[in-house]
């Protein structure tokens, strides 16, 4: 009767091997797909900063050329005669 009991609750180590090997086959792919995405994401991270160190140039430009703009248009209206 002892026998029979213990015998109903055992897994076969075959059957516990063959549920890892599934598991770990999952786990596997699982984590190739992380490294995928992992991959995507720096290198996304990588064009974002790129695209801010461009535009923070540009802005840097701009505000440049608003400058000189700036003091070109005060020379040309003081350089303007009153009609008469």
């Known amino acids: 009767m002892v026998g029979g009991l213990g015998l109903s609750g055992c897994a076969t180590t ?3 091997d063959e549920q890892i090997a ?6 596997s792919a699982l984590e190739a797909r992380v490294n995928e995405v992992n991959n995507t994401a720096q290198s996304a991270l990588q064009g974002a900063q790129a ?3 461009e535009a923070q140039r540009a ?6 050329l608003t400058g000189r703009v700036d003091g070109i248009e ?3 209206a003081s350089q303007r005669r009153p009609r008469n």
């Open 59 to 64: 802005n840097q430009r701009i505000d440049e």
């Open 14 to 16: 075959e059957y516990v």
């Open 51 to 53: 695209a801010a160190g």
């Open 74 to 76: 005060q020379r040309m």
């Open 22 to 27: 599934l598991v770990n086959g999952r786990v």
